[in-house]
């Protein structure tokens, strides 16, 4: 990655051309956590928040923003997913200050660009989504560490956080 893709000769932002690249089967999967106190959590995780079932409101929001991505970030190229797939892992802190929820959003397409994008919208809106449903009890809550994770296939190969 020596130099910036989304800018011409002129310095002009531009939408990257991959007419002429080759599809191929590309996956990205990204993660983030939303920290909470311990309260919001076990209102989370006893299906008992005001708003309905959190988490299951959060994996179809993180969904939908997969798909729509091109619809919020200006260069990126609207896509046919093949696949998405967000889970959630409920992570307890040791001093019982501040639990948190980790999402992980996997994302595939057969194309000519990846889906990393695809895959750092979906975990950033399902985060979003919870804490929408859970703000009337606690407006502390915190997103953080929303990174990519892996990225597979393309002309670039693969990618792998903290390999």
Partial sequence: ??????????GQAHMVDVAAKASTHRIGIAGGRIEMLPTTLALIESG???????????????????KKTSDLIPLCHPLVLTRVA????VLRANDSRVDSVFCT??????GPT?????????????LLTIYDMCKAVDRGM?????RLLEKHGGKSGSFVAGV
């Fill in 86 to 89: 967000i889970e959630f892992e």
């Fill in 105 to 110: 959003a996997t994302v595939e397409t057969v």
């Fill in 114 to 126: 990846g889906v990393e994008m695809e895959a750092l919208t979906a975990v950033q809106v399902a």
């Fill in 48 to 66: 008992s928040a005001k708003k309905g079932d959190v988490l299951g409101i959060a994996r179809v929001a993180g969904i939908m923003a997969a």
């Fill in 142 to 146: 915190a997103i953080t560490d929303c």
């Fill in 1 to 10: 990655m020596s130099q910036l893709t989304h800018f011409d000769a002129q």
